[in-house]
């Protein structure tokens, strides 16, 4: 491959792209634009995907990765096909230990985002941040700009078959007119909004006519169940533990209004544009990750000199005060979720794709 890479045919017929990600669940969503507008300019190329096995599903109905190659352990097995595979050019959207060796490995030319470790070292120990007003997604272009790659605007994707779809055997007949999602998981403790804040928020919109799914993994059934015995009253449909990743994504889909922690399925959420809650704890907006493209706001506790404590978050806060969700305030959080839940136009567009069957985005 020349170096000049704009004299290839705008097709690039023939060529094999290799696109590294392998995780996590927010890091993959956020790679979506690179591959609809890298396939959008080479049209007759080839995109490749390497990820970890786990994650196949957020990627397995993307219409522009041609071959999804999964990491299930042995990382020298998933080099030798890939060298198989004589790749003309490697995308790598991850950047660490991992994907240099397969960079070195494959012998073909490369290019990584920028991941600014420095820079979040600095905000987070020593709180001075040096960190650019730039979202992730703006960054990962960076990694495709030599390949005369543009970010066409349109947002992140997420695919579903039409067997993903959760519908009444998951929904009760009050949650079909309309719901609210509340993702009361995430990775780490330091992220998750405390499950009694949850039900005090909770009871503040009792009667408003807005019923909430609660969803996240088996790991979260105990925080589902706590949130119950504090807002007995309140129309809740606890599917924490009980669905698919995509279901998962089904349920958001469908949804008027996703209230989240900062987690992987606040980026699924912005995938589908939907209006957003985001309650941030010991991270912040300002590491890039926050919904992209899509209606939002962020609610953040500013003012503390701990915070932020860590870029990914611990189980437990290093302060044992945990200000930083503590000190939420429930009536704000409330007022908002009744506001933009009776939106005129999130309820339309909610309606429609509670409606809509087949293969979507």
Known sequence: MTSALTEFPITFAGVKFLVLRFSSIGDIVLTTP???????????????????????DLLKHNPHIHHLHLLQGNLLSLITTLRRQRFDYIIDLHNNQRTQLIKWLLFAPATSFPKLNFKK????????????????????????????????????????????????????????????????????????????????????????DIPVVLLGGREDTATAMEIKYHAPDYPLLDLCGKLTLNQSASAIRQSNLVVTNDTGMMHIAAAFKKNTIVLWGNTTPSFGMYPYMTEHINIEVHGLSCRPCSKLGYARCPKKHFLCMQSHDPQF??????????????RENSSTLRSTGNMYH
């Open 121 to 208: 070292w600095l905000w987070v120990n020593f709180k001075i941040n040096r960190l650019p007003p730039l979202h992730v997604v703006d960054r990962y272009f960076e990694a495709v700009r030599k390949l005369d790659v543009r970010n066409d605007n349109l947002g992140l994707e997420y695919y579903l078959s039409e067997k993903d779809v959760i519908g009444e055997e998951f929904l009760p007949s009050d949650f079909q007119k309309g719901f609210a999602v509340w993702v009361v998981g995430a990775k780490q403790k330091t992220k998750q909004f405390p499950p009694q804040k949850i039900a005090e928020t909770l009871r503040m919109i009792q009667g408003k």
């Open 333 to 346: 959080i409330a007022q908002e979720i009744f506001r933009r839940f009776h939106s005129p136009a999130n």
């Open 34 to 56: 690179i591959l609809r507008c890298l396939h959008h300019r080479y049209p007759g190329a080839e995109i490749h995907y390497a990820t970890k096995s786990v994650y196949a």
